[in-house]
């Protein structure tokens, strides 16, 4: 039992290390011109992997936590994005179990779905708010980079970090045999 917890704790560590990395990487000046193209948000991406994987590695409290810390250090409307990104996780881990043998293409699907959500409703905020914001292009080309890059995250999150899916017989549903 106490492996089992201390496991689970490293885990969670290793997505607030990783959700670090990936704001450290966000402030890094690497490149004083321009972008030409905007970065997807990685940040998004690999949390809602995770939440689909294994949800118990990125409670709620810690996904707020991390996002709320990313607004903050990139500057963006503190808690704004947080908010959507919790809502937008809280759905999927609810979507979770059902989505579980529908295979890549569905759960692709329905983190893309998610993640359009999630940027348009924050834009429209943003937009009622009279808060300045980028023009729709590149806030456009960045939502499809992001849900394009969620194959190659999903991929690293179960080959490198080990965030894979539950199984049946992980989550003590009964097999069915044909």
């Known amino acids: 039992m106490d492996r089992s917890v201390s496991y ?13 990395f990936v704001v450290f990487l966000h402030l890094l000046p690497l490149d004083t011109k321009p972008d030409r193209l905007p970065f997807p948000d990685i940040l998004i991406t690999l949390t809602y992997a995770w939440v ?3 949800s118990e590695y990125v409670p709620i409290l810690i ?10 250090l990139l500057q963006r409307p503190p808690g704004l994005l947080a908010a959507l990104v919790v809502l937008g996780a809280a759905y999927l881990r609810a979507a979770a179990p059902g989505m579980r043998d529908a295979g890549f293409i569905s759960e692709w699907t329905t983190v893309g779905a998610v993640i359009t959500v999630v940027f348009a409703l924050n834009r429209m905020i943003l937009a009622i708010l009279s808060v300045q914001q980028a023009t729709l292009g590149p806030v456009v ?3 499809l980079m992001t849900i394009a890059i969620y194959p190659l995250i999903a991929l690293l999150s179960q080959s490198a970090f080990g965030v894979r899916r539950k199984s049946a017989a992980d989550s003590g549903m009964p097999r069915v045999r044909p």
């Open 8 to 20: 689970l704790w490293a885990k969670r560590g290793l997505y607030v290390a990783l959700a670090m």
């Open 52 to 54: 689909l994987r294994r």
């Open 63 to 72: 996904i707020a936590f991390v996002m709320f810390m990313a607004d903050l």
């Open 141 to 143: 080309v960045q939502v």
